[in-house]
């Protein structure tokens, strides 16, 4: 334990955007909340729970764009499949919202969710045994995730499959799952998918302060596994995850098993994609077979290249942008925000490599002697 | 009246004789006294009408028999009644153009009964039976395998012996086999010979007649029958198995097309290209619009559509190529991210211009249709046409890789880009052709699918992952190795889908594929040596 | 062999299952010999890269290959360490590693190290990051992750450094160093590593005269504690450095011997000299291979 306190304090000095993150984050999460839980509805700073529910979605592709960062901004592979993750880790909460719905469905049926009954089912399949359980769910929504990319991974980057060759690979891996999971057989709703939940641990799911509590939460976990995603990558492993991407051939003749890295990395990637589906099917309220589609996985992508990837605080950033674009976009002239997307993706890998957080360096740097001479004077 | 025949004779004149000017006006005189004519004369005039105009009266005989034949009441002229979505109406009999203006109470049903009805399907029977082209004679005894009666019979039984054409006389012989078989009062032995005929075919009424007969009093003959039928069942199921290759071959061919031009950006310029399927889906919108443009000449309109689409798609590609693909050289994982949103743009370009909803493109009639090869194994025509199609694509694809020019400086690049460059191959040119040419064939590819799926603005995303699979399962720049993936993948799909259900066979295979390359990175033919790593 | 045979094998009382036996982790050089090449075969779609190569190095020797492009040293070391499957032959390192069945890892990890041709450093990393990744430490996932640089780790660090010069440039990235600064840090992280092999491709390619001899000090300080082997076109710095050279030529040895035995021998001067068509038409080959 002192051991790993050590390996933490140690971190601290490392990434310099870490605590400044952390501090804005979950000061603007207790500012929005606070707006929304004391000031009245027709204050000008009152935040809507709407809004609320929003933000809190934003932090959970936030956390997604983590996720996809680290396996790509940092190892250099490109998952084509993340969305696969984050639809797994969603289920899973899914799973768990359907069976406390209880026998409030549409069939009042007290075991079977409703699309069970109208396909005629008379017993809970094996794997939805459990999932009643808050704390099995939970288990499920980390494990799912974390056992397909420990497979997948183990299978692939032992074989040295690499480049774009993974890239498909993972997105077939996506595609196969769209494809199963919009069969009604699969015993996940199939076409619907997952839907009408009702409560929490026993809390409302309509209420402000459930939604408000699930937002917090969501910032919460968002700064928890942005400081260990820190730490992690700027430990040894870190480094040598990064000898990966730049490397990989010379990193095996220092004597490091880069399959097993990655493997590791890969894994610990998908099991943040599934816990930012587990935090986000409770503030949608839905989960269906799209998450699945590969078009989903490939948006992750941008908004970690628009972002910046290879910096945590860009992965974040770019999530963040990009999707408020798209609510606005979206709201405006929807037929425009493909084009825009698409224009996205051409100019952002033509133009910005390096994402806003390049910029942003390059900036930096044009501008840090006239500050410093301005601190003269 | 003079009209209605000379009608007829541009019908059926290349069937029937030319009427001679004296005949015409008995066979006028014949319907006008058909009009009004009582029962009992009916037959007589019935069998002069037959005898006068031969195969050409069969229509006339059809209304009858259906019962639907009338005659105006005030020029006594015949016409056929016909709904038309609820709508009575009426038309000539002979060339099925509308008489309009006409009511009910205007016409007068000519009545058949019983009698006549029989004789009229003998007539027709006969009529067919006798008619000059063997096809006609040969459909109308398979027509007349699930209505023989004793009189049907008797004509096929006058008409077996003197019978020239070999598959007519064969298709006789399996009708009086099937009316042999089935008289009880016949002697076991002859019966069990006709069985035994029976057992040559795959007629469902020949079926039908088996599974009958399995019900018989004499064991032999259940016995027979029950062989008979197994027999029957085992060669069906060698059909199917066909048929089943036929449609494995026919998905093949359309991976092949869609993931040719794959293969050659790939495997040259190892670009991934996710724009492809937009390739594949704008040569589909260039049928479309080609067949817009020409609505009178669907027929011809592929052949203007596919070097159109040759053309659209292959422009759109060496453009994208000059303005995005070439300045990411090097860093396939960026292009890939380009490509994706150029195929973005594209969609919602489609959508914007055309619909976001599918568009049908017609068939030309020569594509339409299917080649029936025996009653339980019939091969459409548009697939069949699709696979010779890839085929040639391919075949002219390995040709110009390896014989022209062009060729040798896409070889030479895709093996050794540096080299090709220090020896004055011009790498630009090249890979703006390249990619032009991997473009335009999936533009092909697009005109091929239009026949086969609806058009809509998704067309290229349904293929995209699946031309991938291929490309890796084939090995990249091996255009073999693609051809060989395409056929596995697309049999192997439609193998799997009878047990399987097409979703799960999806699966299946796309599963395979990702524990395949894990297996051999490089796909089925890689390229060896150091040069490959 | 039938399945009693099979069963009796498994069961012979005087062996060890091999899951069971300790890990040898030491290598056995008590025949004074630390790596044998026997048969090594391997083509590449027809063309015999490596042809019934046979090649022993003594335990703390310092050895040059020579030869002409396509002779295969390049790909002698690639199958050595890992990176490329022969076709038939066996490389064992000491008495008891057989090299052919580990991957490039795990031969790191017994104390073979390797500079490349090109120098290859980890560019986008410190000069110092470059050096703690190579040094001969527990290169497990876990270990890693928790692992701290003890004081010894960062006095070794600044050791290798001095040796190869870089000490005022520790905290650059590597790849903002100049070739010969590449080509330095590269061996540099040899060193760091504490390999008990080395293999070496054309180390002074790139580097300035003074440079060259440093570099040849430093080489021959290192055998004697270390095995080295070096691949060089360069004759001049060979002959500053060799005890023994071997020649390879087509994918087997010509000849070894001293320098001297070397430049007297009919064969090599026939190869190098006499036919000069010979040695061209397979320096043409390798280059199309090795691209």
């Known amino acids: 334990m002192s051991r790993l306190t050590a390996w933490f304090s140690e971190g601290r000095s490392s990434g310099k955007h870490t605590l400044p993150f952390v501090v804005i984050l979950l000061g603007v999460t207790l500012l929005a909340s606070a707006a929304n839980l004391f000031l009245p509805a027709d204050s000008a700073l009152y935040v809507s729970t709407y809004t609320i529910t929003l933000l809190g979605k934003y932090l959970c592709y936030a956390m997604l764009a983590l996720a996809v960062d680290i396996i790509w901004g940092y190892c250099g592979i490109l998952s084509l499949g993340h969305g696969a993750f984050f639809a797994l880790g969603g289920y899973a909460m899914g799973m768990y919202l359907m069976r406390q719905i209880g026998d409030r469905g549409v069939y009042g049926d007290p075991l079977l969710p409703d699309f069970m009954v109208f396909l005629d089912w008379k017993e809970l399949p094996w794997f939805w045994l459990g999932m009643d359980q808050f704390w099995f769910a939970m288990l499920m929504a980390v494990a799912v995730p974390g056992l397909l990319a420990f497979v997948f991974g183990w299978l692939a980057f032992r074989s040295r499959v690499t480049g774009v060759y993974l890239s498909i690979m993972t997105q077939a891996l996506t595609y196969a799952l769209l494809l199963a999971f919009f069969r009604n057989e699969m015993g996940f709703g199939g076409n619907n998918g997952l839907t009408d939940f009702k409560e929490i641990l026993g809390f409302s799911l309509q209420s402000d302060s ?68 587990a935090l986000y099917v409770p503030q949608v309220g839905i989960i269906n077979p799209g998450e699945f589609s590969p078009v989903n996985s490939i948006e992750m992508v941008i908004w970690v290249a628009v972002g910046g990837r290879g910096t945590l605080i860009g992965a974040v950033i770019g999530a963040l942008l990009v999707n408020y674009a798209k609510t606005r976009f979206t709201a ?23 994402g806003l957080m390049g910029v942003y360096g390059q900036l930096k740097a044009k501008y840090r002697p006239t500050n410093a001479k301005e601190s003269q004077v | 009246m003079r009209q209605l025949i000379a009608l007829c004779c541009c019908l059926f004149g290349l069937l029937s004789f030319p009427i001679q000017a004296a005949e015409t006006s008995r066979v006028d005189a014949l319907f006008t006294e058909l009009a009004g004519a009582k029962l009992k004369h009916m037959e007589l005039i019935l069998e002069q009408l037959e005898e006068a105009k031969g195969e050409a009266i069969l229509p006339l005989f059809r209304v009858l028999l259906g019962g639907d034949l009338y005659y105006i009441k005030a020029n006594k002229n015949l ?11 009426y038309k000539q009999v002979f060339n099925d153009t509308l008489v309009p203006n006409l009511a009910k109470r205007d016409v007068k049903k000519i009545r058949v009964n019983n009698k006549l009805r029989g004789y009229l399907r003998n007539a027709i029977a006969r009529i067919q039976l006798t008619a000059k082209s063997p096809s006609v004679r040969e459909s109308a005894v398979r027509e007349l395998l699930s209505k023989l009666d004793a009189s049907t019979v008797v004509i096929l039984e006058d008409l077996y012996p003197n019978e020239p054409n070999k598959k007519v006389k064969e298709a006789m012989g399996l009708a009086l086999a099937m009316h042999t078989a089935s008289q009880t009062e016949l002697a076991v032995s002859n019966r069990l010979v006709a069985i035994e005929t029976l057992s040559t075919s795959l007629e469902n009424d020949v079926r039908n007649a088996l599974t009958k007969l399995t019900q018989d009093d004499n064991p032999a003959i259940i016995k027979a029958a029950q062989g008979a039928l197994e027999q029957i069942a085992q060669r069906a199921k060698r ?177 050794n880009r540096n080299m090709a460059k220090a020896m004055g191959v011009k790498t630009n040119w090249v890979d703006a052709m390249t990619f032009g040419l991997g473009s335009g064939i999936a533009g092909i590819a697009g005109v091929a699918l239009s026949q086969l799926t609806n058009v809509g603005p998704n067309l290229g995303q349904a293929y995209i992952i699946d031309s991938f699979m291929v490309v890796v399962f084939g090995g990249v720049g091996n255009l073999l190795g693609t051809l060989v993936a395409a056929f596995t993948l697309g049999i192997a799909t439609k193998f799997l889908e009878p047990t399987t259900g097409a979703v799960l066979a999806a699966i299946l295979v796309l599963v395979f594929i990702i524990l395949f390359i894990q297996k051999r990175p490089k796909g089925l033919f890689p390229q060896k040596g150091r040069a490959a790593e | ?134 040094l001969k430490t527990d290169k497990r996932v876990l270990p890693t992750l928790f692992s701290r640089l003890t004081p010894t780790q960062i006095d070794r660090i600044d050791e290798v450094l001095k040796t190869i010069g870089l000490a005022e440039h520790r905290f650059m990235l590597a790849g903002a160093l100049s070739h010969g600064q590449k080509q330095w840090l590269e061996i540099g992280m040899l060193l760091a590593a504490d390999p008990r092999l080395l293999l070496i491709d054309e180390p002074v390619a790139g580097m300035t005269a003074q440079e060259t001899e440093r570099t040849a000090e430093l080489l021959t300080s290192l055998a004697g504690e270390r095995t080295v082997i070096v691949v060089e076109h360069d004759m001049e710095f060979v002959r500053s450095i060799a005890r023994t050279v071997t020649v390879l030529h087509q994918g087997s040895v010509l000849a070894e011997g001293t320098m001297d035995q070397i430049q007297s021998n009919k064969d090599v001067i026939e190869v190098y000299l006499g036919e000069e068509a010979v040695g061209e038409k397979g320096a043409e080959q390798g280059k199309g291979e090795r691209a």
């Not at chain 1, 405006?332 to 033509?350: E, N």
């Open chain 1, 210 to 277: 459930t939604r408000i509590s699930l937002f917090i939460i969501t910032a919460l976990l968002l700064s928890v596994i942005f400081v260990i995603s820190q730490r992690i990558l700027s430990s040894r492993f870190g480094k040598v995850v990064l000898t990966i991407r730049d490397a990989e051939s010379r990193s095996r003749f220092i004597g490091y098993r880069t399959d097993r890295y990655k493997v590791w990395l890969f894994v610990y990637s998908a099991v943040i994609a599934g816990i930012a589906g």
């Open chain 1, 332 to 354: 405006i002239m929807p037929d425009a925000w493909l084009f825009a997307l698409g224009a996205m993706f051409v100019l952002v890998t033509l133009y910005l490599p390096k």
């Open chain 2, 79 to 89: 016409v056929g009644k016909f709904d038309d979505q609820g709508k009575t109406l």
């Open chain 2, 239 to 415: 059909f199917a198995f066909v048929d089943q290759l036929f449609f494995g071959l026919s998905l093949g061919s359309v991976l092949l097309l869609a993931s040719i031009g794959l293969a050659i950006t790939f495997g040259v310029m190892g670009v991934i290209n996710m724009a492809h399927g937009e390739m594949i889906m704008l040569g589909a919108y260039t049928t479309y619009v080609v067949q817009l443009i020409m609505p009178n000449y669907i027929d011809y309109s592929i052949w203007v559509a596919i070097p159109a689409a040759f053309l659209v798609s292959g422009l759109m590609g060496v453009l994208i190529e000059r303005l995005v693909i070439r300045h990411l050289h090097g860093r396939p994982l960026e292009t890939l991210l380009a490509t994706f949103g150029i195929s973005l743009i594209l969609q919602q370009l489609v959508r914007t211009i055309f619909s976001p909803l599918n568009r049908q493109v017609s068939t030309p009639s020569w594509m339409s249709g299917s080649w029936e090869i025996n009653p339980v194994l019939s091969l459409t025509l548009n697939r069949l046409y699709i696979l010779a199609f890839a085929l040639l694509v391919f075949i002219a694809l390995v040709i110009i890789l390896k014989k022209t020019s062009l060729g040798l400086n896409v070889r030479a690049v895709s093996q």
């Open chain 3, 1 to 134: 062999m039938s399945a009693l045979d099979n069963t009796r094998e498994l069961f012979r009382r005087d062996q060890v299952w091999p899951f069971l036996a300790p890990a040898q982790s030491r290598v056995n050089v008590d025949n004074q010999m630390i790596l044998y090449v026997e048969d090594l075969n391997l083509s590449f779609d027809g063309f015999k890269a490596l042809n019934n190569l046979n090649l022993y190095i003594n335990d703390g020797e310092l050895r040059c290959l020579i030869g002409a492009n396509g002779a295969g040293k390049t790909t002698l070391m690639d199958v050595i360490t890992g990176k490329t499957q022969c076709d038939s032959g066996t490389v064992y390192f000491g008495q008891n590693h057989n090299l052919l069945n580990k991957d490039e890892a795990e031969i790191a990890q017994l104390g073979i190290g390797r500079k490349f041709q090109k120098p290859t450093v980890f560019e986008e990393q410190t000069v110092f990051d470059n050096l703690e990744l190579s």
